[in-house]
């Protein structure tokens, strides 16, 4: 019963929803009452989070408009068959990642780079929609500012137009704060189709969805489009893959933690995907999982898949006899369902906190805001340069390791010999620690680090690397140890290790670097270098009550 409930709540948002967001695609209304009822079954059999409302949903439905924009009309068929092609180009790729088990490639999106992306998106889904609830839709802004002097004409039935727009999105925002579990998007729907029949809503100029063919979608092999169109498409398919399931997953971990369950991210991706194949497959566009139809489906107590069997008999009931219903409703109010809950996709507040955070990671949001507003309609040239960023500044971050001089902290413990004002170990004792991979971007930092303090300082004749830190090392970071020890020994010095880890351990030992250096020149910790190394120094440095470890 708890399922039927809940499936029958979210199947009466999804009609109205999947109309708006088939609109905001650029596709004819009714696939988008196709991409809500095979795709949905799917993806919640082959999928791994049971609750996930699988269907169309704005940001996917913008990257499907924003992809196709300079290739073909909206809603015209060259248009439908580059959007089902779309569909199923992007779920292959999702399939392919879960099926090799890769799903852990999703994270090259990083959280700065969907946060940058979406609040851009969502700024051009709320400007983008803006006409439709005025009813100024074709009228260029010259045309809006001399119609608004009085030096141009409005289209017949802006003001009726205008009225409904505004008193659905306010309507829309009233039950969200007050009523957030009721389905107020259904009521105002029923509400502006009763209206717009009762007055003419059409025949005084306002704009309605029209005559949409009943009966359900056709199966069939998406139509022939050119060798050129296919390779335009691939590179929008892959980042509509990757953008769209970092938003499943965001729903997935939700769900996730409020029922206590766990979900694996590669069999979400095969859902996911095959999903979008049977969107695609439906003459429809790419879907993905919503987050808001999930969250009415838990709390309105679903409590297993079967609330998806409920939600999809609505959207079949709606396609084979509620079409000449719809047929009034007002494209006025379909855009405010589309701005509405697209204003809880903004958060520009978020620039500020990962300022505060990382200054690396705020410059990556904001470009990533920056690129893909300035790149419309080709968003996924923000997400591509955000990535592109994001993975510079990881390489940046990991070449400028931190490498310093420790000495004997009072509690016993290494600690910056120049943050806490620390004496040397000892006179002719430098000891080292880095904090990163000793690898091809890290090597030859280190070995640099330390030729200069044994150039500034003669007396040095020991080195020890507190290797701690170092979690891995390759070939490079191999021959820059070896170089270091090469280059003390030049000097009359010698090179010392501690608390080399396993996996470091194996390979130096491969490399032949651990005979070189010498066993009797490497410690287990650093607490028995220290013991070691200032137990057999003629320099110590008085250290009073210090006490080592």
Not at 219 to 240: D, G, M, R, S, V
Not at 485 to 495: I, M, S
Request: proline share 5%.
């Amino acid at each position: 019963m708890r399922d039927a409930w809940a499936g029958l709540s979210v199947g009466l948002v999804l009609i109205p929803q999947a109309i708006a967001y088939a609109t905001l695609a650029g596709m004819p209304p009714q696939t988008g009452l196709y991409a809500a009822l095979l795709p949905a079954i799917v993806g919640a059999l082959w999928g791994s989070s049971q609750l996930l409302a699988v269907g169309p949903v704005a940001l996917t439905s913008l990257l499907v408009f924003g992809s196709l924009s300079s290739m073909a009309t909206p809603a015209s068929p060259q248009w439908v068959a580059l959007a089902v092609w779309l569909a199923l180009y992007s779920g292959l790729f999702q399939l392919l990642l879960g099926a090799c088990r890769l799903g852990r490639v999703a994270d090259l999106v990083s959280q700065p780079v969907v946060h940058g992306f979406i609040n851009a998106a969502a700024l051009i889904i709320i400007f983008s929609q803006l006409p439709d609830l005025f009813g100024v839709r074709g009228m260029s802004s010259s045309e809006i500012v001399m119609a608004a002097i009085g030096k141009g004409e409005f289209p017949a039935g802006i003001l009726a137009s205008a009225g409904f727009g505004i008193a659905a999105a306010f309507l829309l925002v009233l039950f969200r704060r007050l009523l957030p579990r009721f389905p107020g998007i259904l009521f105002i729907s029923g509400l502006a189709i009763f209206a717009s029949w009762w007055i003419g809503y059409e025949h005084v100029g306002g704009k309605v969805v029209g005559y949409l063919p009943s009966g359900l979608p056709a199966l069939a092999l998406p139509p022939a489009i050119t060798l050129e169109q296919h390779q335009a498409l691939w590179p929008a398919a892959f980042i509509l893959a990757l953008i769209s399931f970092t938003e499943a997953m965001s729903s997935c971990r939700t769900l996730a933690r409020r029922q206590q369950t766990p979900w694996d991210e590669n069999q979400e991706l095969i859902g996911q995907g095959l999903a979008k194949i049977a969107s695609g497959l439906s003459g429809a566009f790419p879907v993905s999982g919503s987050f808001s139809r999930s969250a009415l489906n838990l709390y309105a107590g679903a409590a297993s898949a079967w609330s998806t069997l409920f939600s999809t008999a609505c959207v079949l009931v709606s396609l084979l006899f509620l079409l000449d219903v719809i047929y009034f409703l007002p494209r006025s109010v379909l855009a405010a369902m589309i701005i509405v809950p697209t204003f809880s996709l903004l958060d520009l507040n978020v620039f500020k906190r990962l300022f505060a955070i990382s200054r690396d990671d705020a410059i990556v949001a904001i470009m990533t805001f920056a690129v893909t507003l300035l790149s419309m309609p080709y968003l996924y040239w923000g997400v591509f340069a955000g990535i592109g960023l994001a993975m510079a500044s990881f390489l940046y971050r990991r070449s400028h390791p931190r490498i310093i001089e420790v000495g004997l902290h009072q509690d016993g413990t290494l600690r910056d010999r120049q943050r806490f004002g620390l004496s040397p170990l000892a006179e002719d004792l430098l000891a080292v620690r880095m904090d990163s991979a000793l690898n091809f971007l890290t090597g030859n930092l280190l070995e640099r680090f330390v030729s200069s303090r044994c150039t500034f300082d003669s007396d040095i004749k020991r080195v020890l690397l507190c290797a701690s830190g170092v979690n891995d090392i390759d070939a490079t970071g191999v021959e820059a140890l070896d170089a270091l020890r090469t280059t003390l020994e030049g000097r009359g010095a010698k090179l010392y290790l501690s608390a080399v880890k396993k996996q470091v351990w194996d390979v130096l030992e491969s490399a032949g670097l651990i005979k070189a250096i010498g066993p009797e020149c490497i410690f287990s910790t650093d607490r028995e270098a220290l013991v070691e190394l200032r137990a057999n120094s003629s320099g110590l440095k008085p250290s009073g009550s210090e006490k080592v470890f």
